[in-house]
């Protein structure tokens, strides 16, 4: 028993790390531009793909533990964290090599005029608050992520379940608000 504690407590410190490091890391680069290399378009797509799939999977997981499938539960919640971790690289590249777009601004020359405002009119709230929720609820399930399969990995299984239950509906949110956010920025994306 002293050595799962042992276990828990070390794995404790590389989650409190992690929740702080892996956002700190990402405003960092956010800064970064890598010079020489053009805009990779091809990428939002992509990670938006990787946003849905993770949301589907996450899905499916739940179903697959409450038909009492342990292991398929498990390999999917294994693949959803190496997809958000996917995710994560490719928008720190994508982000590395384009200035960020701008919702509403239809003719593509960087600024949102005031009728281009106009003409998005109220979408231009529900952007912005799925966006803000969807970026600080990607921050916020990090160590929820972290914790809960700690949990699992530990066999604490009814601890597992109680902290899967507050997990479960924050990444799912975040999976599936990426796809809507990239939705909604899509025609506003530099060809």
Request: net charge positive; hydrophobic share 55%; proline share 5%.
């Amino acid at each position: 028993m002293e050595n799962i504690a042992q276990k828990e407590k070390l794995y404790n410190r590389w989650i409190v790390a992690l929740s702080i490091a892996i956002p700190v890391a990402v405003a960092v680069l956010f800064t970064i531009r890598i010079p020489g290399v053009e805009r990779l378009g091809f990428l939002p797509p992509i990670y938006a793909t990787i946003n849905a799939l993770t949301a589907v999977l996450l899905f499916t997981a739940v179903i697959q533990i409450k038909k009492g499938n342990r292991d398929l539960h498990e390999k999917l919640m294994k693949v959803c964290i190496g997809l958000s971790l996917i995710f994560l690289v490719l928008y720190v590249v994508y982000h590395a090599t384009s200035d960020s777009t701008k919702f509403g601004d239809a003719n593509l020359d960087g600024v949102v005029s005031d009728a281009e405002n106009a003409a998005v009119g109220v979408f231009k709230y529900i952007y912005y608050f799925i966006l803000i929720t969807h970026i600080l609820l990607s921050i916020g399930v990090i160590p929820f992520v972290l914790i809960t399969y700690v949990r699992a990995m530990l066999g604490k299984f009814p601890l597992h379940r109680k902290i899967a239950r507050i997990t479960f509906p924050i990444w799912l949110y975040v999976a599936v608000t990426g796809v809507v956010v990239y939705f909604m920025i899509f025609p506003y994306y530099p060809a």
